[in-house]
């Protein structure tokens, strides 16, 4: 079975700490997808990579990087965690065909 | 601009009833695919079709079913004899080339309350 793994379901940090947001997949696929969630706004692309040390930014990149040294590991990092980054985070990993296969999701809570 | 709009916020049903959640897309792609996704209180988006532009016919799975209207760009979902099993947000996607990559658009959503 297609697997796509987030390290966290459940994240509470406080305002300026480094946040790591880890996500893994096991289908050697070589797209992967960071989104945020937030009510009303449907999920927004942050960052994407095509391929190892790949990356691009997406809609919304503001306060946010990313590092992708494996294949399988694609991890989000907030430098400087602001409030305003509370949200539902979604990593997404792709086949060549569009289809996009996501992970559970990692609610992050910033105090 | 590709764009997607749910323009459906919240759908609240009794169980049985049918229910229909739209999508409007625009895109000036004439190469496109179209997609539903469920997110279930759990969280896990899960997927539930994908349509290709070039392809109209309306699909049927179960009691789910899929109208593709290029026309009037739309891609509605209707649930048949909805279940409580059924209450989950529901997004619509767009599947787009944008600054020379292919990434999904979403809608902002439709949160489905199917109650018994």
């Known amino acids: 079975d297609v697997k796509v793994t987030q390290s966290s379901r459940y994240l509470v940090k406080r305002t300026g700490e480094k946040v790591f947001l880890e996500c893994v997949q096991d289908m050697d696929h070589e797209n992967m997808f960071w989104y945020r969630q937030d009510p009303g706004l449907g999920l927004r692309l942050i960052y994407f990579s095509y391929d190892v040390k790949m990356k691009e930014k997406g809609d919304i990149p503001e306060g946010y990087s990313v590092s992708r040294e494996k294949k399988e590991r694609f991890s989000l990092i907030l430098e400087s965690a602001s409030t305003n980054q509370t949200s539902m985070y979604l990593c997404?990993?792709?086949?060549?065909?569009?289809?996009?296969?996501f992970g559970p999701g990692t609610r992050l809570t910033v105090l | 601009a590709q764009k997607v709009t749910q323009a459906q916020t919240e759908i609240s049903v009794v169980e049985k009833e049918d229910v229909t959640l739209d999508c409007v897309y625009e895109?000036?792609?004439?190469?496109?695919?179209l997609f539903w996704y469920k997110q279930p209180p759990s969280g896990e988006l899960v997927f539930l079709i994908r349509?290709?532009?070039?392809?109209?016919q309306n699909e049927i799975s179960g009691r789910y079913s899929w109208n593709f209207q290029k026309s009037t760009s739309s891609f509605n979902f209707t649930i048949t004899a909805s279940q409580v099993v059924d209450s989950a947000v529901y997004f619509c996607?767009?599947?787009?080339?944008?600054?020379?990559?292919?990434?999904?658009?979403f809608g902002q959503g439709t949160r489905l309350t199917i109650n018994p």
């Open positions: 349509r290709n532009s070039f392809d109209e």
């Open positions: 895109t000036r792609d004439t190469t496109y695919y």
């Open positions: 996607a767009l599947s787009a080339v944008i600054q020379g990559a292919q990434k999904l658009v």
């Open positions: 997404a990993s792709r086949r060549p065909s569009g289809r996009q296969f």
